[in-house]
């Protein structure tokens, strides 16, 4: 089992639906979950931080974490074409000054006019 | 300042040469870390400094040796590579090293090409 995994896509949505992101992770020691935005060409942008179980909420942007379910998920609100990118999911875990972020293999996002 | 920066944004060279990147922040981040990201594929870790101190390696051939001079700047060298090397070398900092949900901030790569 892989460590992170993202629902494979390419996941489609109209400009103004709401576009929803899942992600698993396989290690129960993980502490500290990612979403990153990464246009084609460029590096990853944070655009979530959510460590706590629940629903955290920025702008059109809602991760959301159930560590019981090892279970992470992006919700974006009025998607809007500018959206369109690859999002990636990413787990911290460690301990001392050993740790790691790893990435799942990415979900291309494509919204349409 | 809230970036982290990477040079040379491009970069091509023979399997013969050695070359070497940077990266620098000053945002007073005591991790930094290398990536190497193929087309199509999420960032892989390379390496992790913590304060100033090689932490982790994930078994990366020995032709790419990291540096840290000092808390702001981070080099990769980079000497005898392979053409499967070619990739995106993305550079990160943080502000802790994660357990309290401190973020990545990444440079934006090295875009290098092995001839």
């Known amino acids: 089992q892989k460590e992170v995994e993202q629902n494979s896509g390419p996941l489609s949505v109209p400009e103004g639906a709401i576009a929803s992101l899942n992600c698993t992770y396989s290690d129960r020691v993980s502490q500290s979950f990612f979403w990153y935005r990464q246009y084609s060409g460029k590096s990853p942008e944070l655009i979530m931080s959510i460590y706590s179980n629940g629903d955290k909420e920025d702008g059109r942007f809602t991760a959301q974490l159930n560590k019981a379910s090892q279970y992470v998920s992006l919700l974006i609100r009025d998607s809007q074409p500018s959206d369109s990118a690859t999002y990636l999911c990413a787990v911290n875990k460690g301990g001392g000054s050993n740790y790691k972020l790893t990435f799942g293999k990415g979900t291309l996002l494509t919204v349409n006019p | 300042d809230t970036e982290v920066t990477q040079t040379p944004k491009h970069l091509v060279m023979g399997m013969t040469n050695k070359k070497s990147l940077k990266c620098e922040q000053h945002?007073?981040?005591?991790?930094m870390y290398w990536y190497k990201q193929k087309a199509k594929k999420p960032p892989e870790l390379m390496f992790v400094y913590s304060y100033e101190k090689l932490s982790i390696n994930e078994s990366v051939p020995s032709r790419f040796s990291p540096e840290c001079p000092n808390s702001s700047l981070l080099n990769l060298h980079l000497h005898a590579l392979q053409p499967e090397d070619s990739a995106l070398y993305l550079c990160?900092?943080?502000?802790?090293?994660?357990?309290?949900?401190?973020?990545?901030?990444f440079g934006s790569g090295t875009r290098l090409t092995v001839v």
């Open positions: 990160a900092s943080s502000q802790g090293h994660g357990g309290a949900g401190y973020g990545y901030t």
């Open positions: 945002m007073g981040h005591r991790a």
